[in-house]
């Protein structure tokens, strides 16, 4: 009876080494049989199985909390550690919330045991993703991403932007490191005390329209007027004025 339960066993052994061999690490440990009485069975092998580990994690270096700065940049720095044989293929997408954007991204991978650098090409479908890229096991890397010319940063106080590590086979997310950018970009137009509310038709000398800029910018912005008139009201000439200084500007009667 023992003898049979013994084969069952082996076979069981057997069976699961080859489902899991190709996905996992195997590790071997003997296992010693029982004596029946009439004779002792030969040691065993069992298979002790042991999924490989992909670890995703900030660097040391990397920044939680950034300010934005007039350079317009920002970046993510990680550590990716794969315990085992295989070869992984991943790709990292970056994400920012608050509608603000960067137009341009790079993605450099560092081999630690090399110091072999890779700048990884932006994915042609999307610019925000990486193309994809394969992984070493047994393997160290530094991942560091870079968000160059943010966009939409007028009137926020923070933005939180993100790096996701990507699974190529299935496009799961393994992992994420997540930022906070504080942003001190503020814009503010409101009523000049000498602005007229209600005016009375001056063919000599116009109507005037006086505001306040509040320009606590630390990137520069470009920015336009324009004018809303009711009841089909037309003008033949405006001028525009910032600081008491004349500006040139264009304007279309059609619009």
Do not use: R
């Not at 061999?21 to 009485?37: H, M, P, Q, R, T």
């Not at 580990?53 to 900030?58: K, L, R």
């Not at 966009?151 to 790096?163: P, W």
């Not at 503020?186 to 602005?195: G, T, V």
């Amino acid at each position: 009876m023992k003898k049979i339960i013994f084969v069952i066993m082996s076979l069981f052994c057997f069976l699961s080494f080859n489902i899991f061999a190709e996905e996992l690490n195997i590790k071997n440990v003997a296992v010693y049989s029982v004596d029946d009485g009439e004779e002792i069975l030969s040691n065993g092998v069992f298979t002790q199985i042991k999924k490989g580990i992909v670890e995703f994690f900030a660097h040391t270096e990397n920044e939680s909390i950034q300010n934005l700065t007039k350079d317009n940049k920002t970046h993510v720095k990680t550590i990716l550690n794969l315990t085992g044989k295989n070869e992984k293929e991943f790709y990292f997408k970056a994400s920012y919330n608050n509608s603000v954007y960067p137009k341009k991204l790079k993605f450099y991978i560092v081999n630690l045991s090399t110091n072999e650098t890779v700048l990884l090409p932006n994915s042609g479908e999307n610019y925000f993703e990486s193309q994809s890229y394969i992984f070493k096991g047994n393997s160290s890397y530094y991942i560091y991403v870079e968000f160059e010319d943010l966009k939409n940063t007028v009137n926020l106080e923070s933005a939180l932007f993100c790096l996701d590590l990507v699974s190529k086979e299935n496009n799961a997310i393994l992992g994420c490191i997540e930022n906070k950018l504080l942003i001190k970009n503020n814009l503010k137009l409101f009523e000049h005390e000498d602005n007229e509310k209600e005016q009375n038709l001056d063919k000599e000398k116009g109507q005037k329209i006086i505001g306040n800029i509040y320009f606590d910018n630390i990137l520069n912005e470009e920015m336009y007027f324009t004018l809303d008139l009711e009841k089909d009201i037309k003008f033949s000439n405006v001028n525009l004025y910032i600081d008491g200084k004349e500006v040139k500007i264009w304007y279309d009667l059609e619009l």
